[in-house]
């Protein structure tokens, strides 16, 4: 009898259609979206990727497919944003985030200090500080990949400044000697979600400690300096750490670590810049090109013409007309 019953349900299981992505429409006003499992007389099963919910049919408005995109449509879009988004990811602990983004976390040396970056794509582009890499042509990146046994250090000493901005402090780097290799990367979050106390992890290179880990929360989710917004952190950020990732614990960057405060006796005030903001830089990157001509900032951009003045017969100085 239990065979056939097991039998029964590898039947009906294998007969189940896949729904796929859909929006479930509550007659509250909120809305679940998540694959539907099964469809009740009196319930849907709606899997939201991290647990399953069961919905009462008379709390429900309406039900709609979502498409989902085409893979050259994902990739068309990987490519004009340079970065991708998690969807559904799942909370887990440091440490298992940890050994889920660690390889995408990388080293950034130059002739004159070091600090840290993320790769965002797979072709190699690298988020960082452009403090970091102000003004230097000599950049080199390490990844820390791991081998049979151990973390293999590959150094990358060809690397392109594609887009920095000093007023942001954000630089994109783009790795030129890596033949076909394809990089691990890490997701951007939504650093306007982030709350107070909410849990985060930040990995870099503090004092050229590579591979340093320090957790803590978020202690206010935006923080105005000097005309800017930052995340403020209890993770902590020590000279290294710059132009490193700031994580949430669903493993996704939700700031690049900035600067903490430098006063005696002061500990747990530290900063990142918001993931919105890196967003805006990435997606206007045009915007911020990199000029070879000026290693200082971005593309520089001609004052507008003054009207040209002439001396009068008095020798008083007076506009031409």
Request: one cysteine or more; proline letters at 6%; hydrophobic letters at 40%.
């Amino acid at each position: 009898m239990r065979r056939r019953l097991l039998l029964a349900v590898c039947i009906a299981s294998s007969l189940a259609p896949a729904f796929g992505l859909s929006v479930v429409q509550l007659k509250s006003g909120a809305s679940v979206r998540g694959e539907i499992l099964s469809e009740k007389p009196d319930r849907v099963v709606v899997d939201l990727g991290f647990t399953l919910l069961s919905i009462p049919r008379d709390e429900i408005e309406r039900m709609q497919a979502e498409e989902a995109p085409t893979a050259s449509a994902a990739g068309e879009q990987l490519l004009a944003d340079l970065f991708r988004i998690a969807v559904n990811s799942p909370t887990l602990s440091v440490k298992e985030n940890v050994d889920r983004v660690a390889e995408a976390v990388v080293q950034i040396r130059t002739p004159v200090g070091l600090g840290s970056g993320f790769i965002i794509h797979p072709s190699g582009y690298v988020i960082t500080n452009d403090h970091v890499i102000a003004g230097e042509y000599a950049i080199s990146i390490t990844q820390y990949r791991r081998g049979r046994g151990e973390l293999d250090r590959v150094q990358y000493n060809k690397i392109r400044v594609v887009a920095l901005d000093a007023r942001l402090d954000l630089a994109l780097l783009k790795i030129e000697d890596a033949g076909e290799a394809v990089f691990p990367t890490v997701p951007l979050g939504d650093s306007d979600s982030t709350t107070d106390g909410q849990g985060v992890f930040a990995i870099g290179s503090p004092l050229g400690l590579d591979r340093t880990v320090s957790n803590g929360i978020v202690s206010q989710r935006a923080r105005a300096m000097a005309g800017q917004l930052y995340l403020q952190t209890t993770a902590q950020i020590n000279p290294g750490n710059s132009g490193g990732p700031l994580f949430n614990l669903r493993g996704e960057v939700v700031g690049v670590n900035n600067m903490k405060a430098m006063a005696v006796g002061v500990e747990g005030l530290n900063f990142a810049i918001p993931a919105a903001v890196l967003k805006d830089f990435l997606r206007n990157r045009e915007a911020f090109g990199f000029d070879p001509r000026n290693p200082n900032a971005g593309y520089r951009y001609l004052s507008p013409p003054e009207p040209v003045k002439t001396t009068s017969k008095k020798g008083v100085a007076a506009s031409a007309k």
